[in-house]
């Protein structure tokens, strides 16, 4: 399957993903952190939970994931679980940091490092 096949849904807005190679994890996020979307980058806390990331999270020390969900982490404290991708090849202009700021390029170069690879929708420039 192409990255620019529809998947699941017949809707562009939908598409993150190509299924070939993209391996989906289960991750706990951390309680009380609101919500979180689908496609936000998140990283792996000392605590073992996940929380969305900012720039400076966004490193080759941490260990990243994509969420393909959007995740109520509510109030509480308990943590919920979500699938992310830890690897496989996403649509660029889906990605985003914490609170959907753009994702930056030293951004993307880690994710590449960690085995999630970028790349445009059609029509799109990859630089």
């Known amino acids: 399957m192409s990255l620019y096949e529809v998947i699941g849904r017949n809707e562009p807005n939908y598409l993150l993903y190509d299924p070939e190679g993209a391996e989906r994890i289960a991750v706990?996020?951390?309680?009380?952190?609101?919500?979180?979307?689908?496609?936000?980058?998140c990283y792996r806390k000392e605590s073992g939970m996940y929380a969305a990331a900012a720039a400076a999270q966004a490193v080759g020390t941490n260990y990243?994931?994509?969420?393909?969900?959007?995740?109520?982490?509510?109030?509480?404290?308990?943590?919920?679980?979500?699938?992310?991708?830890?690897?496989?090849?996403?649509?660029?202009?889906?990605v985003t940091l914490a609170a959907g700021a753009e994702l930056t390029d030293a951004a993307a170069l880690v994710l590449r490092q960690q085995g999630i690879v970028l790349a445009p929708m059609a029509g799109e420039s990859n630089t």
């Open 64 to 94: 990243l994931v994509v969420l393909d969900e959007t995740v109520d982490t509510g109030d509480g404290d308990t943590a919920v679980a979500a699938t992310a991708f830890r690897s496989g090849k996403l649509v660029k202009g889906k």
């Open 28 to 41: 706990p996020m951390e309680p009380g952190a609101g919500t979180v979307n689908r496609g936000t980058v």
